[in-house]
């Protein structure tokens, strides 16, 4: 059973840069999908970046060109990159990933907070 764990939230002023990571471990089966996501309070999640197993990276129009997904096979890890902040950015994110049969697996999120 393949677990992802996620780090690199915190608290940051508007306009810095936080850095999102999500490792898996345990068995991992092949990794077709991996996409952040993000929920609010009072708002539903949505997805904010993705990459495929073959690199295509997506990414939410309200990030792009702040936000960069990239990942390190060696490590089983995937990273956010996020730059220039804003108080909207401000969620629980959360890695998740698409195995075989199209089945999906959660971490436990990492909360990020963005001071104006």
């Known amino acids: 059973q393949v677990q992802l764990v996620e780090s690199g939230g915190g608290l940051v002023q508007a306009g810095g840069s936080l850095r999102l990571s999500c490792a898996a471990s345990g068995r991992t089966p092949s990794i077709n999908y991996t996409g952040w996501y993000r929920q609010a309070p009072g708002k539903q999640r949505e997805l904010v970046a993705g990459i495929s197993s073959g690199g295509t990276t997506n990414y939410a129009s309200s990030v792009k060109g702040r936000f960069t997904i990239s990942r390190d096979n060696a490590k089983n890890t995937v990273y956010l990159q996020m730059n220039s902040l804003k108080p909207e950015d401000t969620a629980v994110y959360y890695c998740?990933?698409?195995?075989?049969?199209?089945?999906?697996?959660w971490g436990q999120g990492t909360q990020v907070t963005v001071s104006s």
């Open positions: 998740n990933v698409v195995v075989v049969f199209g089945i999906q697996i």
